[in-house]
T-cell receptor, first 109, second 118 residues
């Protein structure tokens, strides 16, 4: 079993829909949780950074961490075609990052 | 599957020394590997792209004589930080593209190497 599981997709939704992206993990020592967005042939861009449990909101993006369930989510409201990209979760207990495989998201106009 | 390892995970060195970081694809062949650096809470910055058997392509502003990249096999790429200075202290992350997934943009990321130069 991988330490971090993420459905690779692709996930295809219509423009304007609410998107939910998720990762599960097995290591209870993880304290830092991140979501990255990567466009094709570009480097990953940090979207959200969360420490421990709780919610964090930034514009149309909301990150949730549920440590009791070992489950993290990224919600995108009012999705736009420009949100089409691969979204990767990453988490760490110290300096090393453990990555999800990334979910390819397609927003249809 | 699709595991990428990096070694070492953490290194502390004196200013002026050189540090080599290894990136390995453990269960797939990677014709292309990427090297990134990341400062705390910031996005990954692409440093260079390396293709097996050829010279690396460096991004603008990255000194190729300072950051030597070797991609000698389909499973191993190395980054050598030559004559490291405190400003080189950063988190270095590699990723690899699976040769077997033709047309795929999927990159698999390593866990990163924390470099601290004193």
């Amino acid at each position: 079993q991988k330490e971090v599981e993420q459905d690779p997709g692709p996930l295809s939704v219509p423009e304007g829909a609410i998107v939910s992206l998720n990762c599960t993990y097995s290591n209870s020592a993880f304290q830092y949780f991140m979501w990255y967005r990567q466009y094709s042939r570009k480097g990953p861009e940090l979207l959200m950074y969360t420490y421990s449990s709780g919610n964090k909101e930034d514009g149309r993006f909301t990150a949730q961490v549920d440590k009791s369930s070992k489950y993290i989510s990224l919600f995108i409201r009012d999705s736009q075609p420009s949100d089409s990209a691969t979204y990767l979760c990453a988490m760490s207990a110290d300096y090393q990052l453990i990555w999800g495989a990334g979910t390819k998201l397609i927003i249809k106009p | 599957g699709a595991v990428v390892s990096q070694h070492p995970s953490r290194v502390i060195c004196k200013s002026g020394t050189s540090v080599k970081i290894e990136c390995r694809s453990l269960d797939f062949q990677a014709t292309t590997m990427f090297w990134y650096r990341q400062f705390p809470k910031q996005s990954l910055m692409l440093m260079a792209t390396s293709n097996e058997g050829s010279k690396a392509t460096y991004e603008q502003g990255v000194e190729k004589d300072k950051f030597l990249i070797n991609h000698a096999s389909l499973t191993l790429s190395t980054l050598t930080v030559t004559s490291a200075h405190p400003e080189d202290s950063s988190f270095y992350i590699c990723s690899a593209r699976d040769r077997g997934l033709a047309g795929s943009d999927t990159q698999y990321f390593g866990p990163g190497t924390r470099l601290t130069v004193l």
